[in-house]
């Protein structure tokens, strides 16, 4: 009996793995679908953060934080949750990026719908292998932090990103001028109005970038008219961004910018001007710490309500912000520590009264997808 079972056991196994082997063959000689191909090239990624923020010898209240974005709210507070979907094909594709909270509310705080949730939404065309072509809204190339947490060491942002551009509406040109040295050109609305042009008026954009192995080098311009025409004069800005692995494990990034708006009369131009520096060390294979020093000034009134200026309309501060970045899976926690002084009064205090500086506290918490 059990001589008999086992060989009925073994011709089962046998037809059927003739079966399973055949249905196999006949899956993979049948063509892939159409939407089959369309899925293979589509992506979804994004991220969603959180924090929590408090002030030492300040009131924890709304109204008192340094005037830089997104982590500037008090207590425990929302970031974004933010959604990237991609199609990429040989030589066309899209990108549409999706945020949602307070974080993403504020990258796109030109729209005149508190409910815009559109980052990014733009359609590409690789012209050759050399030029490629980008239609729509994209987030700025000017500058070295960007509005996604999980592009960014600090969790919180320096005063240049803030008050720099953060996204365009338009059409540009990026140039592959060989393996080492790239080049983009823009046109485009004025900074920040991605959904239309309210002012009929436009602006250039360009960049020249060089590349090695280790780190890479990227000089930004933009020019034109960032408002009503007869309102506001062209501004001017030219911004250097860098960043380099002087070892395996320590890493140096440094950004420069200065902007300059010119009077409708007879007067000076206003603008803002700063430095930043990005020393990154990595501790260990979960653990990093880095530091940004920001120098940041304004001068003429060129900025207002973000620090305290004097009679001239000048007025500086300085930020040492000390970050943590401990990783556990896709999940990254950002202990940081940070200081702002200035050199009018720009903050109060406990007992209500008027200071030049402002030390706080930031747990920021990035799960990336």
Do not use: C
Not at 161 to 180: N, V
Not at 220 to 247: A, C, H, I, M, S
């Amino acid at each position: 009996m059990k001589t008999k079972t086992t060989t009925f056991l073994k011709k089962a196994t046998f037809f059927t793995l003739i079966l399973l082997s055949s249905k196999a063959i006949s899956q993979e000689e049948k063509p892939k679908s159409t939407l089959d191909k369309l899925l293979s090239k589509i992506s979804l990624s994004g991220s969603i953060d959180g924090y929590y923020r408090y002030n030492f010898a300040a009131p924890n209240d709304d109204s008192v934080a340094p005037k830089t974005s997104f982590a500037n709210e008090n207590g425990f507070a929302l970031g974004m949750a933010n959604t990237v979907l991609e199609y990429e094909d040989k030589k066309v594709g899209f990108v549409a990026d999706l945020v949602f909270g307070p974080r993403g509310e504020d990258a796109v705080f030109n729209s005149n719908d508190s409910a815009q949730i559109i980052n990014q939404l733009f359609v590409y065309w690789n012209v050759t292998e050399s030029i490629k072509l980008t239609f729509g809204n994209f987030n700025t190339f000017i500058g070295y932090e960007v509005i996604s947490p999980t592009g960014n060491f600090n969790y919180s942002t320096s005063y240049m990103f803030s008050y720099g551009p953060f996204s365009h509406t338009g059409l540009k040109a990026d140039i592959a001028i060989s393996k080492k040295w790239s080049a983009t050109l823009a046109v485009m609305n004025p900074s920040d109005y991605t959904e239309n042009n309210p002012f009929d008026t436009y602006i250039a954009g360009a960049q020249i970038g060089y590349t090695l192995d280790n780190g890479s080098a990227f000089l930004n311009f933009r020019y034109g008219n960032e408002g009503e025409p007869g309102e506001v004069g062209p501004t001017f800005q030219v911004d250097l961004t860098t960043g380099w692995d002087l070892t395996q494990d320590f890493y140096l990034g440094v950004n420069t910018t200065y902007v300059s708006t010119e009077p409708q009369e007879n007067g000076d131009a206003s603008g803002f001007y700063g430095v930043a520096l990005y020393p990154q060390y990595k501790a260990s294979e979960k653990f990093a710490i880095g530091i940004r020093g920001e120098y940041f000034s304004v001068y003429n009134g060129g900025l207002t309500d973000i620090i305290g200026l004097n009679t001239q309309g000048d007025g500086d501060v300085i930020t040492a912000t000390l970050t943590g970045n401990y990783t556990i899976g896709e999940l990254t926690l950002k202990p940081e520590l940070r200081i702002d002084t200035t050199s009018e009064n720009s903050f109060i205090d406990n007992d209500r009264g008027v200071t030049k500086s402002l030390s706080s506290f930031v747990l920021g918490a990035v799960y990336k997808f």
